[in-house]
């Protein structure tokens, strides 16, 4: 007993120090986010602590990037091993080492799930440092967060006791749209903790939760044929960078849907649809939806170059000049010109 002494010391001491990193009643959460880069917003992800503790404390928060060293942001081989790998048929959420047993950095990952047996599965690594900059911190409510260290932001208010602080996990991935990030999947973790002094910016502990992000480029929709009442048209589905300055055929078929008609792109990633046949024009959606490399685009179309619910003959000339009325009074108007030319001619000249 005397031996392990010393042993129970070191145990309560670290014990020690890591609850003062983090209250036991601090919670921070949720655990695992799915997420993406999006197309009109830069907000990925929303996550929530909580001040369980009975005094008023500020909330820290830091974003970190796993698995890599924190001054050079290289793979650190030893811990690379614990990286997120998802089974895409039955969800199982497992490390590295787990679904390639004896794995070293550098292997081939190819692996299988601890669970099903399934070999379709998504490996996570650690975000490049461009992509890691491109991340930051907004308040969802009405606390306020100012930037303290690198990548790191603390609560100016104090979160009450028992309260909680809603914070927006934000992407800027505007400058991102390269091929290489394609069928990309980064893990980084957000970190959070609650202090009492103002001054306890740096993250020095905390609660880690993971945040998955797939990197995905936007579909384009591209109205091939006017469309015609009744007729056929034709839409080409292309994916690039929101501005279009360059597109690709998806070399999957795409799911559109057009008034409830679903059809699936062809090699050329073009479908076909037929367009309502009705008295008047209507805004109808077309919608390439999404997938696990893609974002969903929707375009809104009509007939006769979008007459937005108008008679087809208000806005085309052709119709105005077969409107009756309108003949009759023109002709109306040349016959007495007609008239008027006779009679100026018979009595003036």
Request: contains cysteine; glycine residues 8%; charged residues 20%.
């Amino acid at each position: 007993m005397i031996k392990q002494f010393p042993i129970i010391i070191l145990i309560l001491v670290l014990s020690t120090l890591m609850v003062s990193n983090v209250s036991a009643s601090t919670g921070f959460g949720p655990a695992e986010i799915y997420t993406s880069n999006q197309r009109d917003t830069l907000i990925i992800g929303n996550v929530t602590i909580i001040n369980g503790d009975d005094v008023a404390k500020y909330g820290v928060f830091s974003i970190v990037m796993p698995y890599s060293n924190k001054d050079t942001y290289q793979i650190v081989e030893s811990e690379i091993i614990h990286a997120r790998v998802i089974c895409n048929v039955c969800g199982n959420s497992m490390q590295r080492w787990e679904a390639i047993p004896g794995y070293q950095y550098g292997d081939p990952l190819v692996g299988t799930c601890t669970e099903c047996g399934s070999n379709d599965l998504t490996f996570y690594t650690s975000m490049p440092r461009d992509e890691y900059e491109m991340f930051s911190l907004e308040s969802a409510g009405n606390f306020h967060l100012e930037k303290v260290d690198h990548h790191t932001w603390k609560t100016k208010e104090l979160i009450s006791p028992k309260g909680a602080c809603s914070i927006h996990i934000c992407y800027d991935a505007s400058e991102s749209y390269i091929q290489e990030n394609l069928y990309e999947h980064w893990e980084i973790h957000l970190r959070g903790k609650t202090v009492e002094e103002a001054g306890e910016g740096f993250m020095a502990g905390g609660i880690d939760l993971r945040v998955l992000v797939t990197f995905k480029f936007p579909l384009h929709i591209t109205i091939i044929d006017e469309p015609e009442k009744g007729g056929r048209f034709r839409v080409k589905i292309t994916y690039g960078p929101p501005d279009r300055s360059w597109e690709v055929t998806p070399n999957e078929p795409v799911t559109v849907d057009f008034n409830g008609e679903e059809q699936t792109t062809n090699e050329e990633g073009i479908v076909e649809f037929t367009f309502p046949d009705t008295r008047y024009d209507y805004d109808y959606d077309i919608t390439a939806e999404g997938s696990d490399t893609h974002l969903s685009s929707t375009e809104t179309i009509t007939s006769n170059n979008g007459s937005n619910g108008e008679e087809e003959n208000n806005n085309d000339i052709f119709g105005f000049l077969n409107n009756i009325y309108v003949i009759i009074t023109i002709l109306a108007l040349v016959v007495i010109i007609c008239v008027g030319l006779i009679i100026y001619r018979y009595y003036w000249e």
